[in-house]
């Protein structure tokens, strides 16, 4: 039972090094369901981040291979299914069992929902405490969360909010840049 609070650490630990390693989202996205999944047993952990002007969820991360097809297909208006409620209100919903009966389950066919008893979604809430994401986790069989597991998803999820943001931020200035080489070229060519 004291291995715990260990492996959770050093998840969270693995984690922040994941966030500060790289500025390419789907990398990051990538690793850390990977060890999010790993520290919970979830059977499948996704990651929806805010796009566009309609501010739609999107898929932009899972851990299940067999679903990655759908990276970028799944989305969500605000309130529609349980990522898109957990985004408009703001609060992190844990169902332990029959996931499926719950109102706010969208039921997505291509992602085998049927076999997934329990369900976690977390905000992801960035530094200015705008939402721009969602973390979900599926397990196969009912589970009853922990107030460890609760914390740890919520810590992971502030993590996520910041890689989010610092990918967010690089690819701005990364166009800034792009803009200000094609007008110095122009300028040149005259």
């Not at 990051?28 to 369901?33: C, G, K």
């Not at 796009?51 to 969500?76: F, K, T, W």
């Not at 109102?103 to 992801?124: A, D, G, M, T, W």
């Not at 943001?165 to 990364?174: F, H």
């Amino acid at each position: 039972m004291a291995e715990a609070p260990v492996d959770e650490r050093r998840v969270l630990y693995e984690i922040i090094r994941t966030v500060s390693s790289s500025v390419r989202l789907d990398e990051v996205l990538d690793a850390i369901v990977e060890l999010v999944t790993e520290q919970t047993r979830a059977h499948a952990t996704l990651v929806f981040i805010v796009e566009g002007a309609e501010q739609e969820l999107v898929l932009r991360a899972v851990s299940d291979d067999q679903y990655r097809v759908q990276i970028g297909r799944v989305r969500l208006a605000r309130g529609e299914g349980l990522a898109g409620w957990v985004a408009k209100h703001r609060e992190p919903v844990f169902l332990a069992d029959n996931a499926l009966q719950d109102p706010r389950v969208k039921y997505f066919p291509e992602f085998e929902e049927e076999h997934y008893q329990s369900i976690v979604s977390v905000p992801l809430i960035g530094p200015d405490d705008e939402v721009i994401g969602v973390i979900a986790l599926h397990a196969e069989a009912p589970r009853v969360f922990t107030e460890e597991d609760a914390a740890f998803v919520t810590h992971s999820a502030s993590l996520v909010a910041s890689a989010v943001i610092n990918a967010r931020l690089y690819e701005s200035a990364r166009r800034r840049v792009d803009e200000l080489e094609g007008l110095s070229a122009l300028a040149t060519d005259r």
